[in-house]
């Protein structure tokens, strides 16, 4: 007798709460942003800081640009020039083009240098900040 009643309250009790589950559904609000995805923190070490937005993926949309962002080298904030290329953009498309142990030489002026290594020979990289055309030393 106690294991009837039991079980009817095991069966009862879960339906019960799927019933009232569309009445809390009903009250729900969704909301769909297009474009990129910002946070108020830091998600993963490679998000950047974009004033006024907030965090966002950098590897994931590497084409936003706008006024500043947090550096990932140095732990500081880097101002980032409209239609220019970052030094970390640059290297990022140096490593794109089947580069590895990429390091910086130089992200100064109008080209920026970088070192690497591809088909084992170590090679020096220039980087166009304005077109992004690549060649290399």
């Known amino acids: 007798m106690f294991s009837k009643a039991l079980l009817i309250c095991a069966v009862s009790l879960p339906l019960g709460l799927i019933g009232s589950a569309p009445a809390a559904l009903a009250h729900t609000n969704v909301d769909i942003h297009f474009g990129v995805p910002f946070y108020s923190y830091q998600v993963r070490p490679y998000y950047r800081?974009?004033?006024?937005?907030?965090?966002?993926?950098?590897?994931?949309?590497?084409?936003?640009?706008?006024?500043?962002?947090?550096?990932?080298?140095?732990?500081?904030?880097?101002?980032?020039?409209?239609?220019?290329?970052?030094?970390?953009?640059?290297?990022?498309?140096?490593?794109?083009?089947?580069?590895?142990?990429?390091q910086t030489r130089d992200c100064y002026g109008r080209t920026y240098a970088f070192d690497g290594i591809r088909d084992g020979h170590w090679a020096t990289i220039f980087v166009n900040p304005y077109s992004g055309q690549m060649w290399k030393d």
Request: some cysteine; hydrophobic content about 20%; charged content about 35%.
């Open 49 to 102: 800081y974009h004033r006024d937005y907030g965090w966002y993926d950098a590897y994931r949309y590497p084409r936003f640009r706008g006024g500043a962002y947090y550096g990932d080298d140095d732990d500081d904030y880097v101002a980032a020039y409209p239609g220019r290329l970052t030094c970390g953009e640059a290297r990022r498309r140096v490593r794109e083009h089947g580069f590895y142990h990429v």
